[in-house]
């Protein structure tokens, strides 16, 4: 389809780019608030990355109220009150539910859709904008957004272009390129004045100065509890589960541990406590136990009851011992060095894995250059931003989704608004 040419002529009120969370809402409370509306996506389908949320399940909001969600969003929270308090998690799970999708809580607030399927949340998203008269291009790709009088020039990678009194831009970011996040929307901003942030990934793996962790790729270690600090400020204190990878680390806590590290790693510390219901002293009494119990063993073999078989030997490593040494001969400033790494062994973050791994992209279009109140460009009146494109993410649990559903509503709202003023 050569959409250029289908409304070449024609200056449309509002032109949302990008079917994602935040497009598909703008689009349909734009339409909704009375604005005749175009959404173009260049995916052959709309939700593409809504598809692999909460692992097909989509945590697509959650309940936390007020301060408790703005403490989920390490990145200008504030620029995010306006928003979210217009269009909260109520009015989403409302929305769904009237559009026939259904929702329910679970753990930590999580809102799902009842059917566990996060098709179910574009379906009722497309079917809305479909009643609205919303009208979607696919396989449309916009390659500029240029001002002129009057509006905005949309131009369209198949050469065609369409003109519009408000844009919406909702590209989304840089993580899992294959679902359509390219970046495309940093560009848009720029040339239209603003600026955009450094550009980098959260919510994804770390990766660690040591050699050791790769060594044991593939375990995973439950209730255990990861603790960082940024200099002596502790910035992360979490319970959970943990994945050792061919780069570092990763799983829950260590997912979540990204979107809490500062920029600079170099003052970061991070430490593993394998035993966290056991104080340094009863850890150290289990270590006497069981070394009294075995004395003829050795340590790797003891080292079998308080961790999984392949985590031993490197585990006494670690301590600057042989998995070799028989237990008997272990002294006691030996057993306490080995008590105070199962209580905290110090893991050193060199890095995140690329931007193109991460759950959420973190950095982005400049906020200070956007109202909070509309969505909208403060220096390029008409152009408005949502969802991940902007310099917001947060921590997992449903809140980068709310995000993207919150300023799409917005932007929606308001550029139509600006465009189609109701009389
Ligand atoms: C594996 C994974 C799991 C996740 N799980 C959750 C979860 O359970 N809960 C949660 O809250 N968050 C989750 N997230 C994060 C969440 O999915 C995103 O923050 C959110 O989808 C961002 O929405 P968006 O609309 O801003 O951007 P996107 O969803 O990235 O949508 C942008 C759209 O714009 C289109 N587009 C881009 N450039 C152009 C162009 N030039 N022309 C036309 N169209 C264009 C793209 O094709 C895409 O469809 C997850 C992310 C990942 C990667």
């Not at 703005?70 to 799970?93: C, I, M, S, W």
């Not at 709202?413 to 003023?421: D, G, L, R, V």
């Amino acid at each position: 389809m050569n959409t250029g040419s289908m409304w070449e002529k024609t200056r449309l009120d509002v032109a949302v780019i990008g079917g994602g969370a935040a497009g598909m809402m703008a689009a349909l409370q734009a339409a909704w608030a009375g604005a005749q509306v175009v959404l173009l996506e260049k995916n052959e389908k709309l939700g593409k990355k809504i598809y692999i949320t909460g692992k097909g399940r989509c945590n697509v909001t959650n309940t936390a109220e007020g301060e408790d969600f703005f403490r989920q969003v390490p990145r200008n929270p504030k620029f995010l009150y306006a928003a979210v308090r217009q269009f909260g998690h109520e009015d989403l799970t409302a929305l769904l539910a009237m559009l026939g999708t259904e929702t329910k809580v679970e753990r930590g607030g999580r809102v799902f859709p009842v059917s566990d399927k996060a098709s179910d949340v574009t379906r009722a998203l497309a079917r809305g904008m479909r009643e609205a008269g919303v009208q979607a291009a696919l396989n449309t790709a916009v390659s500029r957004v240029q001002a002129e009088a009057g509006g905005y020039a949309v131009q369209l990678a198949d050469g065609g272009a369409l003109y519009a009194k408000a844009v919406v831009v909702a590209t989304g970011g840089l993580s899992y390129p294959a679902t359509g996040s390219t970046g495309d929307g940093y560009a848009f901003a720029r040339d239209n004045g603003l600026a955009v942030t450094p550009l980098s990934g959260s919510l994804v793996g770390l990766v660690t100065a040591e050699k050791w962790p790769t060594l044991l790729m593939g375990l995973s270690l439950r209730n255990v509890r990861v603790t960082a600090r940024a200099g002596k400020t502790k910035i992360y204190d979490e319970l959970g589960e943990m994945l050792f990878t061919h780069f570092g680390v990763s799983g829950p806590l260590f997912i979540e541990l990204s979107s809490h590290l500062p920029a600079d790693l170099s003052g970061v510390t991070v430490t593993l406590d394998m035993k966290p219901g056991l104080t340094s002293e009863q850890v150290d009494q289990r270590l006497q136990r069981e070394f009294a119990q075995n004395a003829r063993c050795r340590l790797s073999t003891v080292l079998l009851t308080l961790m999984p078989a392949r985590m031993g030997p490197v585990f006494a490593q670690c301590c600057g011992l042989s998995p070799e040494q028989p237990v008997s001969q272990i002294t006691r400033e030996q057993r306490l060095a080995l008590a105070s790494h199962l209580k905290a062994l110090p893991i050193r973050v060199s890095g995140t894995r690329p931007v193109e791994e991460a759950i959420v992209t973190r950095g982005g279009v400049d906020v200070r250059a956007i109202e909070p109140g509309t969505m909208m460009s403060k220096a390029s009146p008409g152009l408005f931003f949502a969802g991940e494109v902007l310099d917001v993410d947060a921590h997992t649990g449903g809140f980068n989704l709310q995000i993207a559903f919150s300023t799409g509503a917005l932007a929606g709202k308001s550029a139509a608004a600006y465009a189609a003023p109701r009389a």
